[in-house]
């Protein structure tokens, strides 16, 4: 793996993506933010040594360097899920590379469905905390020294510093910013009623397909990170009704302008 990520290192390097100091990884629905880039530089995924490629038709699969806020950023258009059939160490290896070109900060956005009833669809969700359903990890397997340790602390996921700035910003800019955990599932099914209920039950408010893996590999890599949920549906299993990916896509456009303010000012203030 140390191999792959140094030859992709070396790769975006030549290409002029030399310097980013902030990464970004886009959700679901979530790629509007690019045309907010000054673009010097972008790249398919699929011409990108030892990228996986997405398979998922809404997400664009593009790797965008330029300025943004004042600032270089390496954004992901189109993220890796667990449900198109990657391994951990694909889905994840996109963080590496980025923490071995001096990234600074990880940001990173989805679609979920909440499951707290006091979040409402088109509203914001800031992660504190999450559980991993996934059913796998990303650090199974050999350790690579080089990489983080072992077994690494995750008594907090996700940064104070870029959680608290992100409040401020919400509270500044009169953005509705909920706050609470996320649940990642396998998927790529949406859940039952009875499974609504479970995850509630043990303390999720949000649930998703994605982030999971990417946090937890930012966080053996001693990478801050902070990621927001666009809140795509409502699932209350007494009043389930059928979604279509289509509406969840929609809403997610819609609150995008909001995940952009919160966002552009972030990284201005960071």
Do not use: W
Not at 157 to 181: C, H, Q, R, T
Not at 186 to 194: D, H, K, V
Request: proline residues 5%; aromatic residues 8%; charged residues 25%.
């Amino acid at each position: 793996m140390v191999e792959n990520i140094n030859e992709t290192v070396n790769f975006l390097k030549e290409q002029g993506m030399e310097k980013p100091e902030i990464g970004i990884i886009l959700g679901t629905g979530l790629g509007k933010l690019v045309d907010e880039i000054e673009i010097e530089h972008q790249m398919d995924y699929e011409d990108i040594p030892n990228f996986p490629v997405s398979t998922v038709e809404f997400h664009k699969g593009k790797l965008i360097y330029g300025k943004f806020q004042g600032k270089y950023v390496l954004a992901m258009q189109g993220r890796f899920h667990y449900y198109e059939g990657y391994t951990m160490e694909q889905i994840t290896f996109p963080v590496r590379v980025m923490k071995a070109l001096d990234v600074k900060y990880l940001l990173v956005s989805n679609a979920g469905g909440a499951m707290n009833l006091d979040f409402k669809k088109g509203g914001l969700m800031l992660l504190d905390d999450h559980i991993n359903l996934l059913g796998d990890g990303p650090l199974i397997g050999a350790n690579h020294d080089s990489l983080g340790p072992r077994f690494p602390d995750m008594s907090q996921p996700y940064s104070a510093f870029l959680n608290d700035k992100m409040e401020e910003i919400a509270k500044a800019e009169n953005i509705n910013l909920y706050k609470g955990v996320y649940v990642a599932v396998a998927g790529p099914n949406l859940e039952t009623r009875a499974e609504y209920r479970f995850l509630r039950g043990i303390g999720a408010d949000i649930v998703g397909m994605s982030t999971v893996p990417e946090v937890i590999v930012a966080n053996h890599a001693g990478l801050p990170c902070a990621a927001v949920s666009v809140i795509t549906d409502e699932c209350d299993p007494d009043n389930l009704k059928p979604i279509e990916i289509d509406d969840i896509i929609k809403t997610a456009a819609l609150a995008e302008r909001d995940l952009i303010k919160l966002f552009k000012s972030l990284i201005e203030q960071i």
